[in-house]
């Protein structure tokens, strides 16, 4: 299984208080100096996006395929694309709040038609509905345009993640039909009582299934065959496909068509790494299966982009496993069977049991069990950490009542963070007429960044924790230890071959003047600097003294 691989990225960057924000613009106000600091994905900064809905920087291909009927709120496709996401990297956005890694929702095409389920017309904006893995669906953008957000991103020592879905194809409509039977199942819905009836089934009704547990060779369904035609370059695909099965001896089962048209995304165009969908439907063999077939990509875009390659760390997988809790451990239990997804395929999984930490335990109670359980039962693995998702009900504030909050206890948490797109700008999770997840899904609130000052104060606030914990592995990383239970510190010590990260970090203060331990973290003469205010200290008789208007601390060394 893979090991924790350090990687060296040189950040140079300096961030002023007139580039982002409001009229007058706003970031934090924060310096990084440039220092060797090792990217290191259980430490990283998640910044987790739907395409379709953060950054409109391109009018001119909102719509395509016809897709123009009336749909219900917040259902259809409303512009977003890789231009707009390119554009927020380039203008240095994520930089300024401390994101190293950027999650997008899937840009392969989508189907053309439309579903009316219960929730009123909708089409595939979301990304999951998937109607030819080879392509990029037009709405998002272009193959140079997913190549352009790469390079800026990885320019500026960001990694990408696209979404790999596997389980099943778009929903069946008027212009997009059903796939061979020998690739799909359409008419055995999931129960959830056990095992076998979580995987071999449908998730929901219309949603056809890959039989991912098929060895059965099949044909190309004739579908992708027409269109390939049409579009030129059937031959090209199945010269490809030729190859793939050639090299590896896979048989040409349904889910290995699928793992060579999603490892083409990391060889073409250098992504980083897979949020992978509906883990826990689908055989966990078929992951171990995956990881190999992607492994051999990314080594082979390393191979073709030598100056391209940003360090030595693998290929990155993380694992929607849902309902999956920290408490876990190793292993989720379907009721008859249990399953070590770490053991098959991936490096981590999504953390949904931290929401409900968040509501219910102290921050050091959060903080130490975390750190206990990421030493022992999960060494050398890892859990990704999130309050606010695309199809979680129940995010840790629905009311967006607790910006402040929801910050700190996400970004300084041990593990890896995820910032969901408008966490950090207050983006309303209640939008009038929207039913369901849409209400999750809405445009993200660039006007209101710009014109609100609460807005601009809880962004302040996110960027300077997230530029701390990006510039410090130790805060996700590090190994957890508190010094003072009233007033709240700790520290948390990072250490990997010659790399060492120590930080003093202060919660919920007394605003004013401050006395502060730091003996177990800083030497005497050590000159330490407070991110959060920007004042610089030094260590005397192993205590730093600092008067500041916050009541959050964020010590390091200068």
């Keep these: 299984m893979m090991k924790k691989i350090l990687g060296l990225i040189l950040i140079s960057t300096v961030l002023s208080c007139n580039t982002l924000g409001s009229k007058d613009g706003r970031t934090a106000d924060i310096e990084i100096t440039e220092r060797n600091i090792p990217f290191v994905w259980e430490a990283a900064n998640v910044y987790f996006l739907l395409t379709d809905r953060f950054n409109n920087a391109d009018p001119s291909n909102d719509v395509n395929f016809g897709r123009t009927e009336e749909t ?69 953008g272009t193959e140079d345009d997913l190549r352009e957000l790469v390079d800026a991103a990885h320019s500026k020592g960001i990694r990408i993640l696209l979404d790999a879905v596997i389980n099943h194809t778009g929903p069946v409509t008027e ?26 089934c449908t998730l929901v009704e219309n949603l056809p299934d890959i039989r991912t547990e098929s060895d059965e060779e099949v044909d190309l369904p004739p579908q992708l065959v027409e269109k390939w035609k049409a579009e030129g370059r059937y031959e090209e695909e199945i010269a490809e496909l030729d190859e793939f099965f050639e090299r590896t001896g896979h048989p040409r089962a349904p889910r290995f068509y699928i793992m060579k048209w999603l490892a083409d995304y990391i060889t073409d165009f250098g992504i980083d790494g897979y949020r992978v969908d509906t883990v826990k439907h689908t055989e966990e063999y078929v992951w171990n299966e995956f990881r190999q077939v992607a492994d ?53 999984l999504i953390n949904f049991e931290f929401k409900w930490n968040a509501r219910q335990q102290d921050l050091e109670s959060i903080f130490t069990r975390y750190d206990g359980i990421l030493n022992s039962d999960l060494e050398n693995f890892w859990v990704l950490n999130y309050l606010t998702s695309h199809d979680d009900h129940d995010p840790f504030d629905k009311e967006r009542e607790k910006p402040f909050e929801t910050a700190t206890i996400l970004l300084l948490s041990p593990g890896t963070s995820q910032v969901y797109y408008g966490d950090e700008s207050s983006r309303s999770l209640i939008i009038e007429g929207a039913i369901g997840d849409a209400n999750l899904r809405s445009n993200m609130n660039w006007d209101q960044i710009a014109a609100d000052d609460h807005v601009g104060e809880v962004l302040s606030h996110w960027q300077k924790l997230g530029q701390f914990r990006a510039a410090h592995p130790a805060v996700g990383a590090g190994k957890h230890e508190m010094i003072s239970e009233e007033p709240y510190y700790f520290s948390r010590t990072y250490t990997a071959g010659d790399f060492k ?12 003047r401050k006395v502060v331990d730091v003996s177990s973290a800083f030497e005497n003469g050590d000159r330490i600097i407070d ?28």
């Design 72 to 140: 219900a709120v917040l259902r259809g496709f409303e512009g977003g694309d890789l231009k707009g996401i390119t554009e927020k990297i380039n203008e240095g956005y994520f930089t300024d709040l401390g994101i190293n890694t950027i999650w997008m929702t899937p840009v392969v095409e989508q189907i053309h038609g439309y579903t009316d389920e219960g929730t009123g017309i909708t089409y595939g904006y979301h990304g999951y509905w998937t109607k030819d893995w080879t392509a990029i669906d037009p709405n998002y």
């Design 175 to 200: 212009k997009d039909p059903v796939w061979p039977k020998e690739w799909v199942r359409n008419h055995t819905p999931c129960t959830y009582q056990d095992y076998e009836t979580t995987i071999t």
């Design 501 to 512: 990260d120590k930080v003093v970090i202060g919660i919920d203060l007394p605003k004013g």
């Design 296 to 348: 051999h990509a990314f080594a082979e875009y390393k191979r073709l982009n030598p100056e391209k390659v940003l360090d030595d760390n693998e290929f990155y997988m993380v694992g929607e496993v849902y309902n999956y809790g920290i408490s876990s451990g190793r292993a989720f239990d379907f009721g008859d069977k249990k399953v070590d997804y770490f053991d098959n395929g991936f490096e981590s």
């Design 531 to 558: 991110k959060y205010s920007n004042t610089s200290l030094e260590v005397k008789e192993g205590k730093v003294e600092i008067d500041s208007d916050f009541d959050i601390l964020l010590l390091a060394k200068d």
